[in-house]
């Protein structure tokens, strides 16, 4: 059972755009910066997003992130097919001192 | 190029104990640090732990406090990790992840993963 509270599904059109929202609290999204992983399955997951709102070299400027009091977003926009994934936050948990994913949520494109 | 290779697929009866090694190169291995991350079937990404190759110091989530063990050889660049006392349970991809330079908990290089199967 995680911290992090993520919506299970999202779906959209090609070239259309999708935000996933990240729920936590105080002792990790609010006094914690944020980070977004892509995972495909059967592969490694990548590295989208990392300290709330920067993007590693070559992950494409369709992918942003942002964080406000508790709760974490990411957004695709000129979603592609193969943007289809499993898409994790993660961050800090400072009570637990230890590292928390959230329940991920899956992107489909219609 | 950055990569991290593990080992290969493993089967393992309840009870026993599985060693999964994360190979690195590209990079000066002893300053970065390396996490693990499992994922059980049909379930999300967990947390294990993190080891610090240049001096073998580790935190490991309390879930698996006792059971894991982390450690590094210098020599070859390899992280290993071990978990004993398998269960049914612990059935699931096993990543390693490299922590990105200057931060603690940020996972910007993965393995290919490591299935680890417990079953009897």
């Known amino acids: 059972q995680s911290v992090l509270t993520q919506s299970p599904s999202v779906s959209a059109a090609p070239g259309q755009k999708v935000t996933i929202s990240c729920s936590g609290s105080?002792?990790?999204?609010?006094?914690?910066?944020v980070s977004w992983y892509q995972h495909l399955p059967g592969t490694a997951p990548k590295l989208l997003i990392y300290?709330?709102?920067k993007r590693p070299s070559g992950i494409p400027d369709r992918f942003s992130g942002s964080k406000s009091g508790t709760s974490a977003t990411l957004g695709i926009t000129g979603l592609q097919t193969g943007d289809e994934a499993d898409y994790y936050c993660?961050?800090?948990?400072?009570?637990?001192?230890?590292?928390?994913f959230g329940t991920g949520t899956k992107v489909t494109v219609l | 190029q950055v990569q991290l290779v593990q080992s290969g697929a493993e089967v393992k009866e309840p009870g026993a104990s599985v060693k999964v090694s994360c190979k690195a190169s590209?990079?000066?291995?002893?300053?970065?640090?390396i996490h693990w991350v499992r994922q059980a079937p049909g379930q999300g990404l967990d947390w294990m732990g993190i080891t610090n190759p240049s001096s073998g110091s580790t935190s490991y989530t309390q879930k698996f406090q006792g059971r894991v063990t982390m450690t590094r050889d210098t020599s070859t660049s390899t992280v290993y990790m071990e978990l004993s006392s398998l269960r049914s349970e612990d059935t699931a991809v096993y990543y390693c992840?490299?922590?990105?330079?200057?931060?603690?908990?940020?996972?910007?290089?993965w393995g290919q993963g490591t299935t680890v199967t417990v079953s009897s």
């Open positions: 993660g961050t800090r948990d400072t009570s637990l001192s230890a590292y928390v």
């Open positions: 105080n002792s990790n999204i609010g006094n914690n910066y």
């Open positions: 590209g990079y000066t291995f002893n300053t970065y640090f």
């Open positions: 992840a490299r922590g990105k330079s200057g931060y603690y908990y940020v996972m910007d290089v």
């Open positions: 300290d709330n709102n």
